[in-house]
């Protein structure tokens, strides 16, 4: 069976690169494959990200290109990792591929800035809250997948604590701090562990109030994806109820940007948004 993995962001990084030096080059595509004796689909499965080129591929591409340097030695090391395979990969009976895909960008993104107006976001989920999201999410589905949905949520928020940890900064809207989702024991351990990790020096948390009234985000969630310059652009990540979207334009993702700045500034300072979620933890009763 093919291989129906999304590509990676270096794979991704890697493809853009290879199109633009094809370009600069003033060949087509099917120029390109003649010279070197592939077929114009191989071309085009590499320029797309669909699939990585073995080193001896990507060696003759960057010859055809008459690329050297640094450059060289960037675009290699870019294809020694490209197709790599993610412990995302083992849930692949189970998770649709804009959410692998997500996965894959978070685990190579350097910082992500997020807006959540409803819930609490994915990567700060206790346990249990993130098993009443799911369930009410999914309606009808199996326990095991349910299950298996949860592992894949927690094992997720290991970017917060590897070695070089995401940088996350998170807006919330007041409602998804009041909203009570799973009952009161798991509202209130949500809620501490969301304060907890408020604390910890990659993790930014502010809290929008409602008070604040209308906004730049007003049409709902939206998350951004930021990497090392040298990988790939910014990504903004929006979801919906049945297909999630992404959007990779630079002047879309830099108003993306610039309402996130906006929220922040509308939004409670951290120690005040940190007070703010301690003070509705305790008073559930």
């Not at 993790?203 to 994806?225: D, K, R």
């Not at 002047?251 to 509705?280: C, N, Q, W």
């Given at each position: 069976?093919?291989?129906r993995r999304p590509p990676s962001v270096r794979a991704r990084q890697l493809a853009a690169e290879l199109r633009r030096l094809r370009d600069a080059a003033t060949l087509t595509g099917e120029e390109a494959a003649g010279r070197l004796g592939w077929s114009p689909s191989k071309i085009s499965r590499i320029e797309t990200g669909q699939t990585a080129p073995s080193?001896?591929?990507?060696?003759?591409?960057?010859?055809?290109?008459?690329?050297?340097?640094?450059?060289?030695?960037?675009?290699?090391?870019?294809?020694?990792?490209?197709?790599?395979?993610?412990?995302?990969?083992?849930?692949?009976?189970?998770?649709?591929?804009?959410?692998?895909?997500?996965?894959?960008?978070?685990?190579?993104?350097?910082?992500?800035?997020?807006?959540?107006?409803?819930?609490?976001?994915?990567?700060?989920?206790?346990?249990?809250?993130?098993?009443?999201?799911?369930?009410?999410?999914?309606?009808?589905?199996?326990?095991?997948?349910?299950?298996?949905?949860?592992?894949?949520?927690?094992?997720?928020?290991?970017?917060?604590?590897?070695?070089?940890?995401?940088?996350?900064?998170?807006?919330?809207?007041?409602?998804?701090?009041?909203?009570?989702?799973?009952?009161?024991?798991?509202?209130?351990?949500?809620?501490?562990?969301?304060?907890?990790?408020?604390?910890?020096?990659?993790?930014?948390?502010?809290?929008?109030?409602?008070?604040?009234?209308?906004?730049?985000?007003?049409?709902?969630?939206?998350?951004?994806?930021?990497?090392?310059?040298?990988?790939?652009?910014?990504?903004?990540?929006?979801?919906?109820?049945?297909?999630?979207?992404?959007?990779?334009?630079?002047?879309?993702?830099?108003?993306?940007?610039?309402?996130?700045?906006?929220?922040?500034?509308?939004?409670?300072?951290?120690?005040?948004?940190?007070?703010?979620?301690?003070?509705?933890?305790?008073?559930?009763?």
């Amino acid at each position: 069976m093919a291989d129906r993995r999304p590509p990676s962001v270096r794979a991704r990084q890697l493809a853009a690169e290879l199109r633009r030096l094809r370009d600069a080059a003033t060949l087509t595509g099917e120029e390109a494959a003649g010279r070197l004796g592939w077929s114009p689909s191989k071309i085009s499965r590499i320029e797309t990200g669909q699939t990585a080129p073995s080193p001896a591929d990507l060696r003759r591409v960057l010859d055809l290109y008459e690329v050297v340097g640094t450059q060289r030695e960037r675009l290699e090391l870019l294809g020694l990792s490209a197709g790599q395979r993610g412990w995302w990969d083992a849930y692949a009976d189970t998770l649709g591929p804009e959410y692998t895909a997500l996965i894959a960008l978070e685990a190579e993104a350097e910082s992500v800035r997020w807006y959540s107006p409803m819930l609490v976001p994915g990567l700060l989920q206790t346990e249990q809250y993130a098993r009443e999201v799911i369930r009410s999410g999914l309606l009808i589905a199996p326990p095991g997948e349910i299950e298996r949905r949860v592992q894949v949520k927690m094992t997720r928020q290991r970017v917060l604590t590897r070695e070089n940890p995401l940088q996350l900064a998170v807006v919330i809207d007041e409602a998804a701090i009041l909203r009570m989702v799973g009952g009161p024991q798991v509202m209130r351990e949500q809620l501490a562990h969301l304060a907890a990790m408020a604390a910890r020096p990659n993790v930014s948390v502010q809290v929008l109030p409602l008070a604040a009234g209308a906004h730049p985000a007003t049409t709902g969630e939206f998350t951004i994806l930021g990497f090392p310059q040298l990988i790939a652009p910014d990504v903004v990540f929006l979801e919906n109820m049945t297909s999630d979207l992404y959007v990779e334009h630079e002047a879309e993702v830099y108003r993306y940007g610039m309402a996130f700045d906006r929220l922040r500034a509308l939004a409670l300072p951290p120690h005040e948004s940190a007070a703010f979620i301690t003070a509705r933890a305790d008073s559930i009763g």
